[in-house]
């Protein structure tokens, strides 16, 4: 039990999240990795998110626990509710990285505009100390080209 961290003390701690976008193209995933503080808010994360992916940071969006059909989600956290709208989820304004993301390896889907679905799993894959000096959130690990968020497309 000499190893377990106290919920209270995670609010300092620095949460490493991986953030893959997901591609219906037999291509490799492009990912990102985050570096964001246990106190920081889900807002906060879905705007880094969007910003290491280049995309504007101008629609709706939610964190799922259901991967695959975020509707089924026992446990989820939506713009909607901040914005005054109905919302069968609590917002993402007040809900910090270090009471949602509880666990290693705990995953969430962040559903990024409702409108072009756009999809990332997102992974809690190490919480650490602060470093000093260091400004947070940040990228630290870019892979993979991030797609255009809004392709031209040819008429058909």
Wanted: glycine letters at 6%; proline letters at 3%.
């Amino acid at each position: 039990m000499g190893n377990l961290i106290k919920k209270s003390e995670l609010k300092n701690k620095i949460f490493f999240i991986k953030a893959t976008l997901e591609n219906n193209k037999k291509t490799k995933s492009p990912y990102r990795i985050i570096e964001i503080k246990g106190e920081d808010s889900l807002y906060d994360l879905a705007e880094m998110i969007t910003n290491s992916f280049d995309f504007d940071f101008d629609h709706a969006f939610g964190f799922y626990n259901n991967l695959s059909d975020f509707g089924s989600s026992d446990e989820g956290y939506e713009l909607f509710a901040d914005v005054g709208e109905e919302s069968t989820y609590p917002g993402v304004e007040k809900s910090y990285i270090y009471q949602v993301y509880t666990f290693l390896k705990k995953k969430f889907l962040f559903y990024f505009d409702y409108g072009d679905d756009w999809h990332f799993i997102t992974e809690l894959i190490e919480i650490n100390e602060k470093v000093s000096k260091k400004k947070y959130p940040c990228i630290c690990k870019k892979i993979g080209k991030a797609p255009e968020q809004y392709p031209e497309y040819d008429d058909e």
